[in-house]
């Protein structure tokens, strides 16, 4: 088995934009999914939200600049670490997530063990 980490973004305004009973169901939804990968041993550590501020130190000059990101549509909001048998399992099980339902994305990164 080797290890993924899923990186999870989306447009942030989605969710500011949601009722309370649609984001219930959003978050019921997450629950089940978290569930389902923890159930069938595929969930190895689960990540956190990420807020939406923060800074980017960049090059030489280690400028500091307000980020992480400038003007984009969408941003990372969180992330997990799951275990497959390989990048297909790994793009398969990510095809659950609900993030998915409010056209954001889930980038599967193989983790490089030494």
Known sequence: MAKFMYLFRSNPAAYRSMSP???QQTMKKWMDWKDSLEKNG??????????GTG???????????????????DSIQGHM??????????????????????????????????
């Open 81 to 114: 670490f799951v275990e497959a048998k390989d990048m297909d399992q790994a793009v398969e099980l990510s095809q659950g997530c609900p993030i998915l339902d409010g056209d954001g994305s889930v980038e599967i990164r193989a983790i490089v063990s030494q």
């Open 55 to 73: 800074k980017v130190v960049r090059g030489k000059a280690k400028a500091v600049t307000d980020g992480p990101y400038v003007e984009v549509k």
């Open 42 to 51: 595929h969930l190895k550590q689960l990540g956190e939200r990420v807020d």
């Open 21 to 23: 009973e649609q984001m």
